[in-house]
């Protein structure tokens, strides 16, 4: 089958019980300018990622502001941090320093700087 | 013997200094990574360590770099440092002379006028009382210098003096008093034993009404004890920079340099840094966006003391204005990204997925745009009309699928990721066998100049079309139209391009200049490698760039960045155009007159333009 660049999600039911909502607030003190996404998708349309595989900025986004981690570390590795995104936002997103933080928080790898 | 108790705090101050200093100096040499050692190896016992030397007096007893950015600011750190150095130097010959060996005790020097109470009595004593004395008058100036400039930095020409930490404090309140303090306690003692010159002597006469008995003792006291805290607090305060910036100095000139990690020659820049604050008055954080927290001066002071903030290592536009502007020549930008280096997981590799494909044509030119110019899709269309126009068979390397060059993540520390980009990229250039690498982006362009490893020569495209003028592949008419230039500053700072650009704009119109140029350009504001400030800080930023460059009212401002040209058209002031676009609606073309005209695309150019 020919593969569209997306696919069909599952419904997803927001489980509050289970839904971190906590850590999108620490998002937004670190990167204010999260809370005016409208989920516009023209960061994704533009992703020099995206070229190449289904990966989905706005997606991502989204998925983390309902509090749902799993695979998303995965998923943000695929980014370059070009920066496209940043530039296209109709809101003034800075998508870039979203992608940044959500590595640092999300890693298994315990992104400390290098011993000195 | 020539002893009081009152030298035992100096002698156990300096004890401390040089136990200190020469610990420290062995742990980061030790930390020096592989060729930075091989270099040290090959060039210690070369002529390089003679005009080391020479630097060494010219910079750090002279200061002639501080001298040359402010007269005043230099002549103070001149007069305390290079001061300082002939009174210990002069000091030392006196003392020498007057114990009639050159293995005196050592702190005779240091307190030579209490212990030489019977006046000339040795080998050119007057003159050497002339000297002493003219010397100490030198320091006593630039130390006043010192306490006005704490007072009022902006008559020195700077706006903001630094904050200071506790042994700074220390530090510095200590070494306002020593000078005072030393010419108040040779001046008692001139006033009861007549060994003065004309400044203590002078000083003694005046103060013949006082217990100068009584008072002696105490200040030579109090002499010795300023001089112990001075010591003390040296290699913990700003003033460690003293004795660092000697061993930076050969070190750069025996060929050690920075590398992607953190060394121990990171280590040696910032202990080096004597927190001047110029790099606060060049950074445009501060004076256009009021940001006064995260240059690098507070950047290497956090450095240096172990706390510095991810917030603070990743303010910073990465422009390079400051380490131009450092007197010191710290490496100030390539230190912050070491510094936000991230760790690596062995054999992991991100890019995958993404399936590049090879070049099956045989081109003479391999053209990589770059991220950013697929935003600024005319930059995409000049280029191709410029190659058409000149005969050139090229490859469009990332015209359909391309990917990043890698400089981004590795402005943001993740160096591993950026490699996985770099070796994906490079096979698809060595893929084309071609004989030269263009590229539209000064980001990239940099990127492919010092992080990869390529078999081909790389061109920033104003340097590849001043080539094609040369050989007379392109003609270009002129325009008539007045032009300004924004260096950018990767094209500029990062690679020391100024002149291609600059050439082939003068070939199209009349290039004027702007009072911020070359190395004092200014950042667009759009900068990929701060991920802090926000779209209202850059566009600061941004604005006030504008200003400068739009001083001369000129017809077009021209640029050769995508990323500047996007940041700098949406100010909404002046026409932008990359040099690109304004070669590709200016070239002359004999051979096809009439197929330029019908050339569809280019008419929007035309029509933008007026
Ligand atoms: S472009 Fe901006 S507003 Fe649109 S989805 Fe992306 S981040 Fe949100
Ligand atoms: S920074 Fe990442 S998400 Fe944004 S366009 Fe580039 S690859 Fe896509
Ligand atoms: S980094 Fe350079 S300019 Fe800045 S305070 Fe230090 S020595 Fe001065
Ligand atoms: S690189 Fe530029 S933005 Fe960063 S501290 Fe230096 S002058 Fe300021």
Not at chain 2, 306 to 334: F, K, M, Q, W
Not at chain 2, 338 to 347: D, F, L, S, T, W
Not at chain 2, 563 to 574: E, P, T
Request: proline letters at 4%.
């Amino acid at each position: 089958m020919k593969n569209w660049g997306f696919k069909i999600s599952k419904p997803r039911v927001l489980d509050f019980d289970t839904a971190n909502l906590d850590a999108y607030n620490r998002l937004i003190e670190k990167v204010p300018s999260a809370h005016r996404c409208l989920m516009c998708g023209a960061c994704t349309a533009t992703c020099t990622a995206n070229l190449h595989t289904t990966f989905n900025f706005r997606n991502c986004h989204l998925m983390f502001r309902r509090g749902q981690f799993e695979g998303l570390a995965e998923e943000l590795d695929k980014c370059m941090l070009c920066g496209k995104c940043k530039l296209v936002c109709p809101r003034g997103v800075n998508t870039r320093a979203i992608i940044y933080n959500l590595r640092i928080v999300l890693s298994d790898l315990n992104y400390k700087k290098i011993e000195l | 013997m020539n002893f009081h108790p009152f030298i035992l705090p100096f002698s156990l101050g300096a004890i401390v200094l040089f136990a200190i200093i020469i610990y420290k100096y062995v742990s980061w040499i030790k930390k020096l990574d592989r060729k930075q050692k091989y270099f040290v190896n090959k060039n210690m016992f070369t002529f390089k360590t003679i005009q080391a030397t020479g630097e060494v007096i010219r910079e750090a007893l002279i200061h002639r770099n501080i001298y040359k950015k402010n007269p005043v600011l230099g002549y103070m750190h001149m007069s305390l440092a290079f001061g300082w150095f002939l009174l210990i130097v002069v000091g030392k010959t006196e003392s020498s002379f007057y114990a009639g060996t050159f293995f005196e005790e050592p702190w005779l020097a240091i307190f030579f006028r209490y212990f030489a109470r019977e006046p000339h009595e040795y080998f050119m004593a007057t003159q050497f009382t002339f000297i002493m004395d003219f010397l100490l008058l030198v320091v006593l100036s630039g130390v006043l210098l010192a306490i006005i400039k704490r007072m009022r930095s902006k008559f020195m020409g700077m706006k903001k003096a630094t904050k200071h930490s506790t042994f700074d404090r220390i530090a510095l309140s200590a070494l306002w008093w020593i000078f005072p303090l030393r010419l108040l306690a040779e001046s008692t003692t001139a006033a009861i034993t007549g060994n003065g010159g004309f400044l203590t002597g002078s000083l003694g006469n005046l103060m013949s009404g006082l217990p100068v008995q009584a008072l002696e003792l105490p200040l030579w006291w109090a002499y010795s004890t300023v001089l112990f805290a001075f010591f003390v607090a040296l290699p913990f305060s700003r003033y460690m920079h003293i004795p660092t910036e000697v061993i930076l100095i050969f070190l750069r000139k025996w060929g050690a340099t920075a590398g992607e990690q953190y060394s121990g020659l990171s280590d040696i820049q910032i202990n080096a840094c004597s927190r001047c604050g110029i790099c606060i008055d060049a950074c445009q954080l501060n004076f256009a966006a009021d940001i006064n927290n995260v240059q690098s001066v507070y950047f290497i002071r956090d450095t240096r003391y172990h706390n510095l903030t991810d917030d603070i290592a990743n303010n910073c536009l990465l422009c390079g204005r400051c380490t131009e502007a450092c007197p010191v020549g710290i490496e100030t930008t390539l230190i912050r990204q070491q510094m936000r280096n991230k760790a690596e997981i062995p054999g992991k590799h991100y890019y995958d997925y993404a399936d590049v494909p090879d070049c099956n044509s045989k081109p003479e030119v391999v053209y990589f745009a770059g991220c950013m110019s697929h935003l600024t899709p005319s930059i995409i269309i000049s280029m191709k009309k410029i190659f058409d126009a000149a005969g050139v068979k090229y490859w469009f390397m990332d015209e359909e699928k391309g990917l990043c060059c890698g400089r981004p993540m590795r402005q943001q520390g993740f160096v591993q990721q950026s490699k996985d980009l770099i070796s994906k990229n490079m096979r698809m250039i060595h893929s084309s066998g071609a004989k030269v690498l263009v590229t539209s982006c000064p980001i990239c362009y940099k990127s492919f100049r010092d992080e990869y490893v390529l078999e081909i020569p790389v061109l920033h495209h104003t340097e590849y079309i001043e080539k094609l003028i040369d050989s007379g592949k392109l003609e270009l008419k002129n325009s008539g139209k007045s032009i300004v230039y924004h260096d950018p500053c990767e094209l500029g700072r990062g690679c020391n391009v100024y002149d291609a650009p600059r050439a082939v704009l003068k070939e199209i119109g009349e290039l004027r200049t702007s009072e911020l140029e070359k190395e004092n350009s200014l950042c667009c504001g759009g900068s990929l490698s701060n991920s802090v400030i926000d779209l209202a800080t850059q566009t600061k930023i941004r604005d006030h760039g504008l200003e400068v460059l739009t001083a001369s009212k000129p017809d077009i401002l021209a640029t050769a960045c995508p990323l500047c040209k996007k940041s700098l058209v949406h100010g909404n002031k002046v026409i932008v155009k990359d040099i690109a676009e304004i070669v590709a609606v200016n070239i002359v073309n004999k051979k096809q007159p009439k197929k330029v005209q019908t050339a569809k695309n280019m008419n929007e150019f035309e029509v933008s333009y007026k």
